[in-house]
């Protein structure tokens, strides 16, 4: 089975800074789907930004981005400039990339609280 | 822009006592999926369902929980009876086979308290 791992409950960071979350992985797989979901207060999840196994190259949506490395099984989330709009749970979240049945379902890591300071 | 809806928002019941959580998920998307997410945690996965069928189940305590989606739409999730344990966040997602990623859309939860 695969797990998630987030090991920083909790991250803060200055308004217009750079700030890193981390999250480590562990599966079998050789392909597979990895996510960084927001969950503000009281609103829905919503997708971040999403990474394939199979492409060596990091993705990113404007002032966030990933640091995907295969071999250690880490995927962290870099947001630049941050605003006060990015405070939110961040979860870290894999998917197998296996088509059919329940290969659709998400592991979900325990998340980080991220504070954004003005 | 389409979301999927949830209701109630909030629900307070007490041991023992029945409650029903209801999902409409995004028109067209085939895929549902039940949720429960416990304070400090991220969420984990009930139950999913493909149209009307139910894909996975394993992690629904069976004897407690229910869930159907009668007409490949809109689904309900059972607790009867609720016990302390089930206070959580109960979240419903939904997703497309044919799109990209097979992208899962979440709605705002049911908030549970058990008393």
């Known amino acids: 089975a695969q797990t998630v791992t987030q090991s920083q409950p909790e991250m803060s960071v200055q308004e217009a800074e750079t700030v890193t979350l981390s999250c480590t992985y562990d599966?079998?797989?050789?392909?597979?789907?990895l996510f960084w979901y927001k969950q503000p207060p009281s609103r829905q999840m919503i997708l971040v930004i999403r990474?394939?196994?199979?492409?060596?190259q990091n993705a990113t949506e404007n002032r966030f981005s990933v640091n995907f490395q295969k071999a250690a099984k880490s995927f962290s989330l870099k947001i630049s400039d941050s605003q006060l709009g990015d405070a939110a749970m961040y979860f870290c979240?894999?998917?197998?990339?296996?088509?059919?049945?329940?290969?659709?379902?998400?592991?979900f890591g325990k998340g980080t609280l991220l504070t954004v300071n003005p | 822009e389409a979301e999927v809806a949830q209701s109630p928002r909030y629900k307070i019941t007490e041991k023992s006592q029945a409650v029903a959580f209801w999902c409409d998920p995004i028109?067209?998307?085939?895929?549902l999926y039940w949720y429960r997410q416990i304070l400090g945690q991220g969420p984990e996965l009930l139950v999913q369902?493909?149209?009307?069928?139910?894909?996975?189940d394993s992690q629904l305590p069976k004897d407690r929980f229910s869930a159907e989606r009668l007409k490949g739409v809109d689904s309900t999730l059972k607790i009867q009876p609720a016990e302390l344990g089930d206070s959580a966040m109960y979240l419903c997602?939904?997703?497309?086979?044919?799109?990209?990623?097979?992208?899962?859309?979440f709605g705002p939860g049911t908030r549970l308290t058990v008393l």
């Open positions: 997602a939904s997703s497309d086979l044919a799109g990209a990623y097979n992208e899962q859309f």
């Open positions: 028109s067209g998307h085939a895929t």
């Open positions: 979240a894999y998917r197998s990339a296996r088509d059919g049945g329940s290969n659709y379902k998400l592991t």
């Open positions: 990474q394939e196994a199979y492409k060596q």
């Open positions: 599966t079998s797989e050789s392909d597979y789907y």
């Open positions: 369902f493909q149209d009307e069928s139910v894909v996975d």
